[in-house]
């Protein structure tokens, strides 16, 4: 089992930055996966970035790429969310997701069921 709790979420103007974070407790060793995703009122969950913390192969969603950054603190057990050049459409709950021992498909990476740990999220608003 993996905890997750995030942290970091909060009320910007566009073209602002915020950085959220997520710290991981349990057996985080079997988790070689974790990502972010975001949900937006009446949307489905969307992934947005996901790290293979062996590797740090990075993977992000087109709508992000360029203005946010995922990160790892292996020493620290967190995720990192760097969020720059912030757009009202960035505006959802964020979560952060682990994987279980049987890892993530790659190709796959922004799946939500590819992932069994969940926090339980933080509310990212973006005014204009």
């Known amino acids: 089992q993996v905890q997750l709790v995030e942290s970091g979420g909060g009320s910007v103007q566009a073209g602002g930055s915020l950085r959220l974070s997520c710290a991981a407790s349990?057996?985080?060793?079997?988790?070689?996966?974790m990502a972010w995703f975001r949900q937006a009122p009446g949307k489905e969950r969307e992934g947005v970035a996901a790290?293979?913390?062996?590797?740090?192969?990075?993977y992000y969603a087109n709508s992000v790429k360029g203005r946010f950054t995922i990160s790892q603190d292996n020493a620290k057990n967190t995720l990192y969310l760097q969020m720059n050049s912030l757009k009202p459409e960035d505006t959802a709950m964020y979560y952060c997701?682990?994987?279980?021992?049987?890892?993530?498909?790659?190709?796959?990476?922004?799946?939500?069921?590819?992932?069994?740990?969940w926090g339980q999220g933080t509310q990212v608003t973006v005014s204009s």
């Open positions: 997701a682990a994987a279980g021992p049987a890892g993530v498909q790659w190709w796959l990476w922004f799946k939500k069921d590819e992932y069994p740990y």
């Open positions: 349990g057996d985080t060793a079997s988790s070689r996966w």
């Open positions: 790290i293979l913390t062996t590797t740090s192969n990075i």
